[in-house]
């Protein structure tokens, strides 16, 4: 039932801004329709009720469309009542400064991991991401973390719908043995990757209990030189006391 309705043309406004976002310089009509493969009518129709709610704007002199002020009005508004960032920053900077390694905070959105927050490590060589990165929700800890958090019947009804992606010649991609993960990481209350997002990297994630319509979770992430092996098992009773910590406060 929740696929039956549908608003074809809400799809491709939202698939406009996000080519428009993603565009550095600006995109004209005559891009978004050659990008997308939609008609240039369709695109000048959608960009003109785009442009009236002031969600794009054009540039007078080179006719390419960016981001308007509204959706980033929107998006701060957004990203400020997430107030469980306020809560866990102070929680996440202890982390950094146990582990020496960079913090995440993101909660599930659809099929990605949205990046809300993040703590660097005081190191020169780390790993680091700009606030909004989007992640696959299948890739590493994190993945792992929230599709845990499915029933068994819609876990298998996602993972039939969206195959297992190779990422490293760590990635797990046979179904069984990624649903066998899975029920490891409800048992244990954490996620670890080791190499299966990218290579080089480790990665300890925990839960963060549903906060509104918010499913968080915070993540520890490093190279693997320096997550050695001998420091995992401190890392991950680090971080699942800071998600604890987090969880009694909010």
Not at 107 to 115: E, L, P, S
Not at 192 to 220: F, M
């Amino acid at each position: 039932m929740a696929n039956k309705y549908q608003a074809p043309i809400v799809k491709k406004a939202f698939t406009i801004l996000n080519a428009i976002a993603k565009s550095s310089q600006g995109l004209r009509i005559s891009d978004i329709a050659s990008l997308l493969n939609i008609s240039k009518s369709t695109v000048h129709g959608i960009i003109a009720a785009l442009s009236e709610q002031g969600a794009v704007i054009q540039s007078s002199a080179s006719k390419r469309y960016v981001i308007g002020m509204t959706l980033m009005e929107l998006g701060k508004a957004a990203h400020e009542r997430i107030d469980f960032k306020n809560i866990a920053r102070p929680v996440m900077e202890e982390l950094m400064e146990q582990c020496q390694e960079s913090v995440f905070l993101g909660i599930q959105n659809g099929n990605r991991v949205t990046i809300i927050d993040i703590v660097e490590s005081r190191k020169d060589f780390k790993i680091t991401s700009p606030i909004g990165t989007a992640l696959p929700l299948l890739a590493g800890a994190t993945g792992k973390l929230f599709l845990s958090r499915m029933d068994t019947k819609n876990l298998h009804k996602y993972l039939n719908s969206n195959p297992l992606r190779k990422f490293t010649s760590n990635t797990i991609i046979d179904p069984e043995k990624y649903i066998r993960e899975l029920d490891k990481v409800r048992k244990d209350g954490f996620a670890y990757d080791d190499e299966e997002y990218i290579s080089g990297v480790r990665a300890v994630a925990a839960p963060i209990k549903q906060h509104g319509a918010y499913i968080p979770a915070i993540w520890v992430v490093g190279f693997k030189a320096s997550m050695a092996t001998d420091k995992i098992p401190a890392i991950i009773k680090q971080t699942r006391a800071a998600a604890f910590k987090i969880n009694n406060s909010i």
